[in-house]
C-alpha cells in the first residue's frame, strides 16, 4: 500500500500564496505519476494538476494557469502545488494522487486513472 499525506494547506486572503506538498510513503514504485485534484462543498470533485515521473511533462486546469504550478522531487517521495494569486474560488479541499506507471513522460487528467489518494487538505481563501 501507498501513503499520501498533504500539508500545506489553511486559510488565507484572496491574493495570497500557499504551497502544498504531498509526500508518498509505503510501497514503492520504479515511477509513479503524481496529480492534484480539488473538491469545493457542493461540487464535484475536480482536476487542478498533473505532473509526468521525469518532471519533464506538467498540466494544469485552464482555472489555475498562469497562478499555480505543480513540481516533484522524486529523491523525497514528494510532489509540490504552488499556488499564487489565490481566489476565494480555490476554496476546496485538495487531494494528492499517485499512479504507478511505465511510462517516465505520462501524466494523468482523469481521477479514475489514479491507484492512490492522499485525505486532503483543506484551502480557504476569503475575499
Known amino acids: 500500500q501507498v501513503q499520501l499525506v498533504e500539508s500545506g494547506g489553511g486559510l488565507v486572503q484572496a491574493g495570497g500564496s500557499l504551497r502544498l506538498s504531498c509526500a508518498a510513503s509505503g510501497r514503492t514504485f520504479s515511477s509513479y505519476a503524481m496529480g492534484w485534484f480539488r473538491q469545493a462543498p457542493g461540487k464535484e470533485r475536480e482536476f487542478v494538476a498533473a505532473i509526468s515521473w521525469s518532471g519533464g511533462r506538467t ?45 517516465s513522460g505520462s501524466y494523468y487528467i482523469k481521477a479514475g486513472s489514479y491507484d492512490y489518494w492522499g485525505q486532503g487538505t483543506q484551502v480557504t481563501v476569503s475575499s
Open 59 to 103: 498540466n494544469l486546469a485552464d482555472f489555475v494557469k498562469g497562478r499555480f504550478t505543480i513540481s516533484r522531487d522524486n529523491a523525497k517521495n514528494s510532489v509540490y502545488l504552488q499556488m499564487n494569486t489565490l481566489k476565494p474560488e480555490d476554496t476546496a479541499v485538495y487531494y494528492c494522487t499517485l499512479k504507478s506507471t511505465t511510462n
